[in-house]
């Protein structure tokens, strides 16, 4: 029997429907056409239809009170309710050119000079370092091999932006079924309320805040967090995949998070039970899922206890996936520049994984140029997506492997791993070795990245 959804008020409503199992295309056709006359003038009716079903996973129309009442009524409903917001961003606010070097082995780095973030100077310190992260100054990473792709999965991203010009890696745009049926298949961000699509596809590929500048940034956009729009998002990036024949060279970055922590007392409901599958799906294709751990650990939960570990999809998922696709599944939690965990960070309770994520800086979602500054998983994670885009792209990490077991780290200060990308001491030296005067790793003859590309 259908769910009733309770109403907020008798306004028309836009509401998402599920059909029930195994339901026929007959069916299909009859319930269409009933929902169609529902709506009458209010909207059409949106059929949310996947690359591999041959019928709809759900419908989008709005509906005065007594329409609903009718529509739930159908024997080929499932469930209906209002199409609400199911997710959240997951931030807390706080208010140059690439040149290429050559190791003396041959082996190709790009090294970016100042001035550079300084949470990536974090990442290209080499984990045997004698000196603190203050003498460090260049972000250096391995160059690619063959080609990668991160797959950045919200908003869309501010084109304009200094950041995203130039880059030796492509940008694709990607649009999910809903995105293009509201006219917002643009190059542009969908400007929400506390939106940080730009700032976080910055962290994972901008030429002056991002991690990877090699690797092909792939925008996946779509409208909002509503129910509707979260539910197509991973499976449009898994037919993009899956159609370009991109296995084993791709990240799926998400910094958003389920609106309500978890229930482990309940079944996964819709639609985290599709995203579930998808995700698995990624895996089981050789897909690194790289996601927010979430930021709400000085919060408490129904129990009076402060919510230290991840309680929020997709990264509670990492604790009931399949062993055979663990470790492609990687929650990422928030440090600052010296391995200190946030304060706010929720993580995993064995062998968390942080990234600096504290007083970031990142590409403006509307200037050309100038940059915001932000801290939250939410950047920490796309910050690791660049990461394991560049190790996939240069060899350093091979898919049928678990990255959670090659993923590079280091004990700092705080005791936490913080990840780095394989950079050793000879290629990213501490400032006094550099003011000896032996700079021809960096600035001597070597040609750019751009001339190395053209050539």
């Known amino acids: 029997m259908a769910i009733l959804a309770s109403l907020c008020s008798a306004d028309v409503v836009q509401y998402i429907i599920y059909p029930v199992t195994h339901i026929s295309s007959e069916?299909?056709?009859?319930?269409?056409?009933?929902?169609?006359?529902?709506?009458?003038?209010?909207?059409?009716?949106?059929?949310?239809?996947?690359?591999?079903?041959s019928t709809p996973a759900y419908w989008l129309v709005k509906l005065s009170e007594s329409a609903f009442v009718r529509a739930e009524a159908s024997p080929s409903v499932r469930l209906i309710r209002p199409n609400k917001p199911v997710a959240k961003i997951s931030l807390v606010n706080s208010s140059?050119?690439?040149?290429?070097?050559?190791?003396?082995?041959?082996?190709?780095?790009?090294?970016?000079?100042?001035p550079t973030a300084t949470e990536l100077v974090v990442l290209s310190q080499p984990s045997d370092a004698s000196y603190t992260i203050d003498d460090y100054q260049n972000y250096v990473w391995k160059a690619a091999l063959r080609e990668t792709f991160i797959y950045h999965a919200e908003f869309g991203i501010n084109m304009a932006h200094k950041d995203f010009q130039g880059r030796p890696g492509k940008i694709e745009w990607l649009y999910t079924n809903l995105t293009k049926d509201m006219g917002l298949d643009q190059k542009k961000e969908v400007i929400v309320a506390g939106g940080h699509s730009t700032c976080t596809a910055s962290k994972a590929g901008g030429m002056l805040y991002g991690a990877s500048k090699s690797a092909t940034l792939v925008v996946v956009k779509m409208p909002d967090l509503s129910e509707g729009s979260i539910g197509e998002i991973l499976a449009t990036i898994l037919h993009d995949i899956e159609s370009k024949r991109r296995h084993a060279r791709s990240v799926v970055s998400i910094s958003w998070v389920s609106s309500l922590p978890v229930d482990p007392s309940v079944p996964?409901?819709?639609?985290?039970?599709?995203?579930?599958?998808?995700?698995?799906?990624?895996?089981?294709?050789?897909?690194?899922?790289?996601?927010?751990?979430?930021?709400?650990?000085?919060?408490?939960n129904a129990s009076g206890q402060k919510r230290l570990l991840i309680d929020t999809y997709p990264a509670a998922f990492t604790s009931i996936?399949?062993?055979?696709?663990?470790?492609?599944?990687?929650?990422?939690?928030?440090?600052?520049?010296?391995g200190r965990e946030a304060p706010s960070s929720q993580k995993i309770s064995l062998q968390p994984l942080f990234a600096p994520?504290?007083?970031?800086?990142?590409?403006?979602?509307?200037?050309?140029?100038?940059?915001?500054?932000?801290?939250?998983?939410?950047?920490?994670?796309?910050?690791?997506?660049?990461?394991?885009?560049?190790?996939?792209?240069?060899g350093d990490m091979i898919y049928e492997i678990p990255p959670m077991q090659l993923l590079p780290s280091w004990k700092r200060k705080g005791g936490?791993?913080?990840?780095?990308?394989?950079?050793?001491?000879?290629?990213?030296?501490?400032?006094?070795?550099?003011?000896?005067?032996?700079?021809s790793l960096f600035n001597m003859t070597a040609m750019t990245l751009q001339d190395r590309l053209t050539e």
């Open 96 to 114: 140059i050119k690439i040149n290429d070097t050559l190791a003396a082995d041959g082996t190709k780095y790009e090294t970016q000079p100042n």
């Open 416 to 439: 936490q791993n913080v990840i780095w990308d394989l950079v050793d001491i000879a290629h990213n030296p501490p400032e006094p070795w550099n003011a000896i005067g032996n700079l």
């Open 27 to 53: 069916d299909v056709k009859a319930l269409e056409s009933l929902l169609g006359s529902l709506a009458g003038g209010e909207s059409h009716v949106y059929a949310s239809l996947r690359f591999d079903q």
């Open 357 to 394: 994520g504290v007083d970031i800086k990142c590409a403006h979602r509307t200037a050309e140029e100038g940059f915001r500054i932000d801290s939250g998983t939410s950047f920490s994670a796309p910050l690791v997506a660049g990461v394991i885009a560049n190790l996939l792209a240069s």
């Open 268 to 300: 996964i409901p819709d639609p985290w039970t599709s995203i579930r599958e998808d995700i698995v799906t990624l895996m089981l294709r050789g897909v690194i899922v790289v996601c927010a751990a979430g930021n709400e650990a000085e919060e408490l």
């Open 321 to 338: 996936i399949r062993f055979k696709t663990a470790g492609r599944l990687i929650p990422v939690s928030n440090c600052d520049i010296y």
